[in-house]
């Protein structure tokens, strides 16, 4: 196993855990744990490179996230999603921005709380987002 180096092609990723009650400031939040997931790949075949920023409840079976891909053109190049367990449940076409890759994750983890607390669900199950997000 080596370190990627940034001059490698492909996908460089960072997963950290949190803590949602304290990154949320939400004391009720009915989950302890989730995690960030953060992954931008350089060198794609666009003029601007592919990035994802996901909040993932592995208890709840939740991600919400922003990726900015060449998967669901009807959307766009940037679309935010949530998914319940392995079926996406919500997809919309999101502000692409035309940044450095660190400034846009930066932007996107500023809006993550805002994302998360939009996320709908029926009983244990998210269904999408609320309108206004």
Known sequence: ???TDA???GPYRVVGDVDPRVFLDEKTYPTAVAR???GIQIQTSESYEYYWVNWVEPERGMLVGWHQDDTHDEFGPVHIQVTDR???VDHR???FIDSH???VVGQRIENLRE???AVEWEGERPVG???SA
Do not use: C, H, K, Y
């Open 86 to 88: 392995s079926a996406t």
């Open 101 to 103: 890759p660190l400034d």
């Open 7 to 9: 001059r490698d092609p």
């Open 36 to 38: 960030v997931e953060i």
């Open 93 to 95: 076409p999101a502000q």
């Open 1 to 3: 196993m080596r370190r």
């Open 129 to 131: 987002l609320q309108q």
């Open 115 to 117: 994302a998360v607390l």
